[in-house]
């Protein structure tokens, strides 16, 4: 289906995200809160699409949260979710998760949890899987990825799935509910990645716009969650993507919490970075 904003269609091209085939193609064939501080009521803005445009800028003033993410994603009746936990500095957009694989078809739970370091045009992954060296890094532009790194690692970094809000349309103000002891504002809207990309923080506007010719459609389903000092605390977008010729269904959720921890980032020397071949 295509989807029409303004007048443009949202049609393009399939993107083959061969780094997410191999992170969890074994699992689905060929495809690869705790609140804090008491923040008052929320009170939404008359106008919902701006409240949620904000998101990001907000965050940004917040400094850090602790993060907790989940990837589900389906593609031939078969459904994986992968799991991660960490912390983020929307500052100096870095973070680190601990991103946990479930187990395979055949119901081992032998994998490793993979450490991720999220850095503004870059991914670095320990314990990347078959091929990599235990002791050995591997770092992934994400500038060069057909999905900027919205799904490729696993976990959506906090960042961009708050600055892929600078994109919302249509969006809709459903209440107030509770999330883990906070209440919140829900808004549900339909997010744009190409115009995401042109209105994003210059640390990640490369990853999106990347994320903006890669998928195949740029209208992407979200639920937002916000406190009332207007801080993002739960989004959930919807994405949709072709590898080797299947449709693959992911559902990216973040959690952010805890605002104000340390978060500290240390990227590897050059030294232990891997530069070999990475197996399948």
């Known amino acids: 289906m295509v989807v029409q904003r303004c007048g443009r269609p ?8 061969a ?4 992170l969890v193609g074994s699992l689905v064939g060929t495809a690869a809160v705790t609140g804090c501080g008491a923040p008052e009521d929320p009170k939404p803005t008359s106008d919902p699409t701006l409240t949620v445009r904000n998101a990001a800028d907000v965050l940004t003033r917040a400094g850090t949260a602790k993060a907790s993410t989940s990837m589900e994603m389906a593609a031939g009746g078969t459904r994986v979710t992968i799991r991660g936990e960490g912390g983020y500095d929307f500052r100096r957009r870095t973070g680190r998760l601990q991103v946990l694989l479930p ?11 993979i450490t991720e370091l999220l850095t503004p045009g870059a991914l670095y992954m320990k314990n990347r899987g078959a091929g990599v060296p235990a002791d050995k890094w591997v770092r992934v532009d994400t500038t060069t990825l057909d999905d900027g790194n919205l799904v490729t690692g696993g976990a959506t ?3 961009a799935a708050a600055e892929l809000l600078r994109g919302a349309w249509k969006v809709t103000y459903l209440g107030e509910v509770e999330l883990a002891g906070v209440k919140v504002s829900h808004y549900r809207g339909v997010t744009d990645i190409a115009v995401a990309a042109r209105a994003a923080s210059p640390q990640l506007r490369g990853a999106l ?3 903006a010719k890669g998928f195949a459609d740029d209208a992407v389903p979200f639920d937002a969650y916000l406190d009332g000092e207007g801080r993002l605390r739960k989004v959930r977008h919807q994405f949709s993507f072709s590898n080797q010729g299947r449709t693959v269904a992911v559902a990216s959720t973040t959690l952010l919490y805890g605002f104000g921890v340390p978060v500290e980032v240390t990227l590897p020397d050059r030294r232990d970075l891997y530069a070999g071949k990475i197996e399948a």
């Open 10 to 17: 949202h049609g393009r091209g399939s993107g083959t995200f």
């Open 19 to 22: 780094v997410t085939a191999v």
């Open 103 to 113: 187990k395979d078809p055949a119901g081992s739970s032998a994998h490793r949890p």
């Open 157 to 159: 970094d906090p960042a």
């Open 209 to 211: 716009a990347a994320a």
